[in-house]
């Protein structure tokens, strides 16, 4: 029996967010080998009642307070050495500290042959000093791509590479780096100077656990309704600067059905602003959902747009494409690997809002175009061929 350890910061069904989401099919797939014994363990989950949720879920977590300290003082820090400038990546490590050393005496406790441990946060460098075990580490949030992009707010240089200085301490102990996308695995190279130990291994969503999840149909008050889905819509980095002119411009285009917006996630003022100066802009403003909630409000829309800037791998995506939801997107970062142009979905020149919303329109007024679509998603998208990879490099490691 191999015994195997999955690190994230939190495990659904507690918290949507990419990196969780990512690491939890991960678990649920890995669970379905019966060779393979799998805990999961969450370094950022600080409320302790959560502890036994769900089996085999072991939840630890750094004091809220306390994380608030550490940011407010590694802002202060990184002020200091790079005026004018954003800094979070070093504050997410430190942030994970003490939640990833209670993990870290859990897996210990637990003896897992291999621990497969998500990059963001760096738990792996606390994890480390109590574990021996083999390491996998899977690439999704890599601080350096955020440098230097116009895009954003201007980010700080030495907090990135701070943070990616510690990763590059723990991926230099790991038998294996996976990344999602050619994409993220082709940065990952560069970035941390990872050599031969790295593969591309797509994210994974256990379809058991998806079909399951029931959508949430009261939000259809009209037969003419049609409710569009926008993840994480008030995150900079998904493109929350152009949510408002696609929820405009495709309100304004459409004349004989109602159109609803499901906005995903926390939103700021402005974009709030901007959205209630409009009285015929009608959206729902879901806020922070745990997992299996955020998928059944998916599930209960027609099309899912995402203006998002970067992507390693898109999970919103893949979830709505699963879900038989058709995904517009910019083609960008791991989309391109995700979405076939006009088979599972459409993907257009990278920030051209004009031919986002049309493709939507296009879906909106051909609901022929929209079964099209929905039908591809599932042959194209192989879970089987992500489980024989993933099985394979377990092999590869020497477990048997």
């Not at 195997?4 to 890995?30: D, E, H, K, R, T």
């Not at 959508?215 to 408002?244: C, L, Q």
């Not at 495709?250 to 059905?257: E, G, L, M, V, W």
Request: hydrophobic content about 40%; overall charge positive; aromatic content about 10%.
């Amino acid at each position: 029996m191999i015994k195997i350890a999955i690190v994230s910061s939190s495990f659904p069904p507690l918290s949507a967010g990419g990196v969780s989401s990512a690491q939890y099919g991960l678990l649920l797939l890995l669970r379905q080998n019966k060779n393979f014994e799998v805990h999961g363990f969450s370094f950022g989950d600080a409320t302790s009642s959560l502890e036994d949720t769900d089996f085999g879920i072991h939840r630890s977590g750094t004091p809220l307070w306390l994380k608030r300290i550490i940011k407010k003082l590694l802002s202060i820090v990184f002020k200091l050495l790079d005026k004018g400038t954003k800094s979070y990546q070093t504050s997410d490590v430190f942030c994970s500290a003490i939640g990833s050393i209670k993990a870290a005496f859990k897996i210990k406790k637990f003896s897992p042959d291999i621990v497969i441990v998500s990059d963001h946060g760096a738990p792996m460098f606390f994890i480390m000093l109590f574990v021996k075990a083999k390491y996998i580490w899977t690439s999704h949030h890599n601080p350096m791509r955020f440098i230097n992009n116009p895009l954003l707010e201007k980010m700080s240089v030495k907090d990135a590479k701070f943070a990616t200085s510690i990763e590059k301490k723990c991926i230099k102990k790991c038998s294996y780096v996976i990344s999602p996308s050619k994409y993220m695995n082709d940065f990952i190279k560069v970035s941390h100077n990872v050599e031969d130990n790295s593969c591309i291994i797509p994210n994974i969503i256990d379809l058991d656990f998806l079909n399951n999840i029931k959508s949430k149909e009261h939000f259809s008050t009209s037969i003419d309704e049609y409710k569009i889905f926008i993840p994480s819509a008030g995150s900079e980095v998904k493109g929350e600067r152009y949510v408002f002119s696609i929820m405009h411009w495709i309100t304004n285009s459409i004349k004989d059905k109602k159109i609803v917006f499901l906005l995903s996630g926390n939103i700021s003022d402005k974009l709030a602003y901007e959205i209630s100066q409009q009285n015929k802009i009608k959206c729902v403003f879901l806020g922070q959902q745990e997992y299996s909630s955020s998928i059944a409000y998916l599930k209960s829309c027609d099309i899912c747009i995402s203006p998002t800037l970067f992507e390693s791998f898109g999970m919103a995506i893949l979830e709505a494409m699963l879900s038989g939801i058709p995904v517009i997107a910019f083609d960008v970062g791991g989309n391109r690997e995700l979405i076939r142009n006009g088979e599972n979905g459409y993907i257009v020149d990278y920030l051209n809002i004009t031919q986002l919303c049309n493709k939507a329109i296009k879906l909106i007024n051909e609901p022929l175009a929209k079964e099209t679509v929905v039908s591809k998603t599932r042959e194209i998208y192989s879970i089987k061929d992500v489980e024989n990879k993933l099985f394979s490099l377990i092999t590869s490691l020497g477990c048997k």
